[in-house]
């Protein structure tokens, strides 16, 4: 990190010196706007349409909780106008990268301007807060509004244009939050259990009635032991859940051991299917949108343990 920090530091004297020799070429706008995550990327490149030159860091499968940033990372952020991230410790090991460059430009963490009233809190330290914001629609719709109203602000002479992508926008996650309703009802509420690699579905499970238990905590860099995999063979084989589930950017071999933990004790367990967490699916895909994403995962979840 102090290596990263470094460079970091030179390029943004290179850059204040450049934009002292260039005088106001360094003020005119080129709409270059950097996201952390797949999500909020997204989001950015619905509302701006072909307006903005939009760049996501983090790509499928990428956890974010683990992810440091590289070189090239430093460059495209550096060369940035606006960076947009989410925020409450998701990306943790870049904080210190995100502070130093709110000293230049504007860097905004979408989920710290929600009311902190509407966040989960960390169960093992109530002084942090669940970071999986995307999972709550309703969440999701007001952080939408926090990008769009920031892009306006940035971008004033694309508002129209802005404005009218984000109602749009706005529409088909209504449309999606029925969707998910309607899917749900499908599961009777005894069976709306959802058991996952890491806590990442809190959101999920307030907002459309599931218990959910994560082997690990809310970030991935927790670590696990014996006694957390026996608990939750325990947990699933007093409950006599027959389906668990994995996720694209967390590896399976903490849920394998669950399994064969379960059928030690005479207890079957299948895996569900894959769900996308804290990374979407590949780009051009349905699942690489977020829209898409929710859907995967209310279908996976539905059609397993209905």
Known sequence: MKRFLGVLGLSLLLAACSGEEEGSKSDEKEGIVVATTGQIGDAIKIISGEHLQVTTLMGPGVD???YKATQSDLTKLDGAEVIFY???HLEGQMQDIFDQMAEEKTVLAVAEQLDENTLLADEENATLHDPHIWFDIDLWT???????????EEYPEYKEDFETN????LAQLGELKEYATGRIEEVPASQRILVTAHDAFNYFGESQGFDVRGLQGLST???YGVKDVQNMVDYLVENNIKAIFVESSVSDKAMKAVIEGAKEKGHDIVIGGEL????MGAEGTEEGTYLGM???NVDIIVDSLK
């Open 294 to 296: 929710y859907k995967h």
């Open 64 to 66: 974010p909780h683990l």
């Open 221 to 223: 860099d927790s670590e």
């Open 276 to 279: 996308f967490s804290d990374a």
């Open 86 to 88: 989410n925020g409450l």
């Open 166 to 169: 984000e109602k749009a926008y």
């Open 142 to 152: 007001e952080v939408v509004d926090v990008i769009g109203n920031t892009l306006v």
